[in-house]
């Protein structure tokens, strides 16, 4: 049966369930747009501060918000809410699939399979878009689990805006399918690579949801 999966504390505001590692980004905006509000009617300064102080919060919200799932059945789900953007076969016969995440979408990433957090490696990198080819140079944090279906690798990678990837869960830590590992800050792209013998379901220009998508056929 379906699950709704939970984790650790988030930070919350608003009543808005919020991604963890949003704080440092939403409470100085949050406080700017407040202040601004406050002092509009006294202060023309203010109040031309205000509109856009709060159009920038009320997008900080959106963009950091983290809604409960109820995670889907299936041997691989997805990781990431975004569009497929590419399934390309790999020379060691696994398969590659690349969900391109905009600004738009939920940025928290959750674990594909349930199993054992084998490495999470970071590599420096580049800042290009991350729909652009050459973003496989880009920042990234690499990801390998432990699997029913063996080691399953996946990739966050950073785009000309995510500057920053926080990855919520050690090496070493066991986790549940769906369970939420990680987080992307504005638009990028998250990779996962398929064992050979499992059948794709998804195509290119699909639209995603993290912990609801399944990405294997039976």
Known sequence: MPHSQTSAPR????????????????????????????????????????????????????????????????????????????????????TRVAIFMSPLNVHVNRAPLAGT???????????????????????????????ELGDIEMVQIAGAVARRIVPYTPQGAKVEQGERIGLIRFGSRVDIYLPEGVEVAVEVGQTTTAGVTRLDRD
Not at 36 to 53: E, N
Not at 121 to 146: C, L, M, Q, T, Y
């Open 117 to 147: 957090v084998t490495s999470v490696e970071h590599i420096p990198g580049g800042f290009v878009p991350a729909f652009n080819k050459e973003s496989e140079n880009n920042e990234r944090v690499v990801w390998h689990f432990d699997t």
């Open 11 to 94: 930070d919350s505001l608003l009543g808005v369930r919020l991604a963890r590692g949003a704080s440092p980004w939403l409470l100085p905006t949050v406080a700017t747009a407040a202040l601004s509000l406050a002092r509009s009617r006294r202060s023309r300064r203010a109040a031309a501060i205000a509109v856009p102080a709060t159009a920038l919060a009320a997008g900080m919200l959106w963009f950091f918000r983290d809604p409960e799932r109820e995670i889907a059945q299936g041997r691989v789900i997805s990781p990431a809410d975004g569009v497929v953007q590419s399934i390309m076969p790999w020379k060691d016969g696994r």
